[in-house]
């Protein structure tokens, strides 16, 4: 699996924080009612890191560019540690502190699977994250 949603709302304005959650107005039922932060815990404590990335939309890796990378199994070292910083900005922005150490002990995991090179650049922007800089990727 490589997406799933979380704490989706299927209601008119179903995500204005103003307004407040009216099920009866669903257009659909979706099935599965965990919020995100249930969703987050349950994937760190399978071992599985969560990844928000958006970093091939932005750089423009889709279609062909996506496909030639994923081809050739290139595409793990832009989706691995694009995962790590991802996953770090959620976990000091919203994650409870035991979610927090469940996630930071599979990024120390997810970062020794790097290449030497790889894991060096993405420590560095681990940093950058861990100081307050958002929306970082390779």
């Known amino acids: 699996m490589s997406q799933l949603s ?3 709302r299927t209601s008119p304005g179903g ?5 407040a959650h009216k099920p009866e107005a669903e257009q659909f039922s979706i099935g599965d009612e965990r919020t995100l932060a249930q969703m987050i815990t349950q994937l760190c404590k399978g071992d599985y890191i969560p990844s928000f990335c958006t970093g091939c939309y932005r750089k423009g890796r889709t279609g062909e560019a996506f496909m030639g990378l994923a081809k050739h199994g290139e595409i793990h070292n832009m989706c691995a540690p694009n995962g ?3 996953s770090k900005e959620y ?26 090179h790889l894991r060096k650049r993405t420590m560095e922007l681990l940093a ?5 800089e958002r929306d970082v990727y390779l």
């Open 84 to 86: 790590i910083l991802s």
């Open 6 to 8: 979380a704490g989706s």
């Open 91 to 116: 976990l000091l922005d919203y994650a409870d502190p035991e979610t927090q150490r469940q996630g930071d002990t599979i990024i120390a995991e997810e970062l020794e699977d790097l290449e030497p």
């Open 15 to 19: 995500y204005h924080a103003a307004k």
């Open 128 to 132: 950058k994250v861990e100081q307050g």
